[in-house]
């Protein structure tokens, strides 16, 4: 099955740029999706199809990809993105939407 | 606005069946596939199944197959997940979410979750 692997935690100064990967076999071939996590809260989409902020999301939150590696980009960060962050694809086989292992984002 | 509400907190023991209730408002209710998302403490979210609540048609991922149902109740705009034969694994965090925009193919609106302890 397919595998995203993601750092354990980062930490970042406030105001500064936090960088995600997100590494996995091929996906370059993949469309990849990033999500915000908050203690207690669902998950929120930050990205779509790569590179798209969905609507009322911050220009400060990009995403690109490179390789095996898909990458979150926080500009000017705030206490306020201090959140987990999670990458995900679809695989299709077998059929699977598949999240990453995860990154706990800490600005200080 | 788009809405999915989902039922109360359970407690099971070992060897049960849970039934977890998402009811979906702002929308048509079966014009959107209703997925289940499942996420333990400190754990990856991990998704579970889909079903159109349309035409029932439901898909699995591997690990669920056969002791996940998915029902629906279109007069009343709501999707039912059960999970039988719990163990303490299945303990977790259960949403359900809904992919919004075809063209974005991701999770756009979820449910608030429904915590699941399963102890004996």
């Keep these: 099955s397919y595998e995203m ?21 091929n ?11 908050k203690p ?12 798209n902020r969905p609507s009322g999301i911050p220009e400060r939150f990009s995403g690109s990809k490179s390789g095996n590696t898909a990458t979150l980009t926080i ?22 939407y598949v999240f990453g292992s995860g990154t706990k984002v800490t600005v200080l | 606005q788009v809405q999915l509400v989902q039922s109360g907190a359970e407690v099971k023991k070992p060897g049960a069946l ?15 596939d209703i997925h289940w998302v499942r996420q333990a403490t400190g754990q ?15 898909g699995f991922s591997q690990k669920f197959q056969g002791r996940v149902t998915m029902t629906r109740n279109t007069s009343i705009s709501t999707a039912y997940m059960e999970l039988r034969s719990l163990t303490s ?7 359900c979410a809904i ?11 979820w449910g608030q979750g429904t915590m699941v302890t399963v102890s004996s």
Excluded: H
């Excluded at chain 1, 207690?40 to 590179?51: C, E, K, N």
């Excluded at chain 2, 979210?45 to 159109?52: S, T």
């Design chain 2, 18 to 32: 849970v039934k977890v209730s998402c009811k979906a408002s702002g929308y048509r209710f079966t014009s959107y």
């Design chain 2, 89 to 95: 694994e299945d303990t977790a965090v259960y949403y």
């Design chain 2, 99 to 109: 992919i919004w925009n075809v063209y974005e193919d991701a999770f756009d609106f």
């Design chain 1, 75 to 96: 500009s000017r960060a705030q206490a306020g993105d201090e959140a987990d962050y999670y990458c995900q694809t679809y695989d299709s086989s077998p059929p699977n």
């Design chain 1, 27 to 37: 996906i370059g071939v993949k469309i990849v999706k990033w999500y915000q996590q």
């Design chain 2, 44 to 58: 990856r979210p991990e998704w579970m199944a889909w079903m159109n609540p349309d035409s029932g048609n439901t």
């Design chain 1, 40 to 51: 207690g809260q669902a998950p929120v989409l930050v990205i779509y199809r790569d590179t």
């Design chain 1, 5 to 25: 692997t993601q750092p354990l935690s980062l930490s970042v100064a406030l105001g500064q740029t936090a960088r995600i990967t997100c590494e996995g076999s």
